[in-house]
């Protein structure tokens, strides 16, 4: 198939998108992730799709969509696609989106006890995707990741989401400090997990407005980060295991906190 120069200039900006160059878009990749995308209502700035794909039925239902929403579109071989895909097996297609709003404000219409999951320094996108779609599956109100953690609308955390980060709430950039802050300015009670505390999860009223914290994978919280937090759980643990993966534990908790209040309103 003959590429055009524009079509061109299309593959430049795909692939800077994908490197992370580009800050207003993010790099979507694979045909759930894109229709995720359209059905959030994402701004979708272009699609480039593969010629291959674009014969599948369900496939061509979603591109006709993307395509008519898209400012631009192109199909191309799956060769070229190669070239600008992400992931060591192309996916067929991929879009390129405005970037979901990640200031303080996406957080302002937060309603009573809200339920929130901060994640401070967490490098490995694919922890970062993992958590916030579990926040969601628990019912969570939103997600903060602080300066330093891997940006949740990177490629490998879109994957991981799987479509969570386009419908989750997520102020993304602020400080350990100014987020405990802000949490205590809107009476929302911070729980951060230490494996030292005399307090098992299930023991604490997970109906109140919390936040829970997640830290760094390798290291954990801090003690003065700990400290700062307005309480401290231990989940319990059988073995020699000294830790939980970060978006396992996110996982126990949040989901503690959704047995209460679901059973609270039963």
């Known amino acids: 198939m003959h590429i ?18 580009t800050k207003n878009l993010i790099f979507v990749e694979g ?11 994402l701004e979708i700035e272009a699609i480039i799709y593969s010629n291959h794909l674009a014969k599948k039925e369900r496939a061509a239902d979603a591109i006709e969509q993307l395509a008519g929403v898209a400012k631009r579109a192109a199909s191309v071989s799956e060769k070229l696609l190669e070239s600008i895909s992400y992931t060591k097996t192309p996916q ?30 967490i490098n490995n996108p694919v922890n970062v995707g993992a958590i916030i779609r579990t926040a969601e599956a628990a019912g969570a109100d939103g997600a903060i990741a602080t300066l330093n953690t891997s940006d949740p609308f990177s490629p490998k955390s879109l994957r991981g989401a799987m479509g969570s980060a386009f419908r989750l709430p997520i102020w993304v950039g602020p400080a350990y400090e100014s987020v405990i802050g802000w949490c205590k300015d809107r009476n929302i009670e911070t729980v951060c997990s230490d494996a030292d505390s005399e307090v098992a999860f299930t023991d604490i009223d997970w109906t109140r407005s919390r936040a829970v ?34 978006s396992v534990a996110t996982g126990i908790l949040l989901f503690e906190a959704a047995r209460q209040r679901q059973k609270k309103h039963s």
């Open 4 to 21: 055009t120069s524009r079509d061109n200039s299309l593959l430049r900006q795909a692939r800077a998108v994908r490197d992370g160059k």
């Open 31 to 41: 045909l759930r992730l894109c229709e995720e995308a359209f059905r959030s209502k």
């Open 92 to 121: 067929g297609i991929v879009a390129l989106a405005k970037r979901p709003q990640s200031d303080d404000s996406v957080l302002d219409k937060l309603g009573k006890r809200p339920l929130l999951v901060v994640m401070h320094q």
């Open 213 to 246: 914290i997640v830290g760094p994978e390798s290291t954990g919280l801090s003690p003065i980060e700990i400290e700062s937090a307005d309480s401290c759980v231990r989940i319990p643990m059988k073995g020699a295991v000294e830790s939980l993966n970060a």
